[in-house]
């Protein structure tokens, strides 16, 4: 069985510039959340949509964005890139029911220069 | 205070013995509890979960969780080479149970 899909696996962007991320969950899960790692923070949760809904969102500025297909795809966008948020992004997904666990995908690292 | 709490090591253990992860957490709310291993330049994979107090065994891993003292922790025993990696605990908290909130993550080495 497939697992989670994250397209890009790599990116290098300008600051200023915007990027957009890409992550198919596992067949059947509904629920898509997406994560930033980096080494000083750690695992952050940015959001997560269930059903084409943001059900949770974390702290993070207006900048970050995502959204929801119907086929349970989703996307993540970052406008306006700073140097700061060059990290490994992270995308999980899980049927749905409330708390259990996520099945992550292997990541797009961005590196914003 | 820091809502998940590890101890970010490195632990290390020579082969063949148990090692011990911790980890605390702040919110009396918390609901379910996971343990999440992640190889150097991996994504974290699922090893464990547990719900309720008291200990779950799945093959060398034992997690336990104690919600009065707000501390879950998890057991490898016969460690092996191949567990060398950093091990995440997340909890998820009542509201927001689709948002896990992570620890830092302790790194454990397991010596030949």
């Known amino acids: 069985k497939a697992g989670v899909t994250q397209t890009p696996r790599y990116l290098i962007k300008t600051r200023g510039q915007q990027v957009t991320l890409s992550c198919s969950p596992i067949?059947?899960?509904?629920?898509v959340s997406w994560y930033q790692q980096t080494p000083g923070q750690g695992l952050q949760f940015l959001f997560e949509?269930?059903?084409?809904?943001?059900?949770n969102k974390g702290n993070f500025p207006g900048r970050f964005s995502g959204r929801q297909f119907s086929n349970s795809r989703s996307e993540m966008n970052v406008s306006t890139l700073e140097l700061g948020d060059s990290a490994l992004y992270l995308c999980?997904?899980?049927?749905?029911?409330?708390?259990?666990?996520?099945?992550f995908g292997s990541g797009t690292r961005l590196t914003v220069v | 205070q820091k809502e998940v709490e590890q101890n970010s090591g490195p632990l290390s253990v020579p082969e063949g013995a148990i090692a011990s992860l911790n980890c605390t957490y702040s919110?009396?709310?918390?609901?379910?509890f996971f343990w999440y291993r992640q190889y150097s330049g991996k994504s974290p994979e699922l090893i464990m979960s547990?719900?309720?107090?008291g200990d779950k065994e799945d093959g060398r891993f034992t997690a336990q969780l104690n919600k009065a003292s707000q501390y879950v922790s998890l057991l490898i025993r016969d460690s092996q080479p191949s567990d060398s990696a950093t091990y995440l605990c997340?909890?998820?908290?009542?509201?927001?149970?689709?948002?896990?909130?992570f620890g830092t993550g302790t790194r454990l080495q397991v010596t030949l």
């Open positions: 999980a997904s899980s049927f749905g029911d409330q708390g259990l666990g996520y099945t």
């Open positions: 067949s059947g899960h509904r629920s």
């Open positions: 949509y269930f059903s084409e809904t943001q059900r």
């Open positions: 919110d009396r709310v918390s609901q379910s």
């Open positions: 547990i719900y309720s107090n």
């Open positions: 997340a909890v998820t908290n009542t509201g927001t149970a689709s948002k896990l909130t």
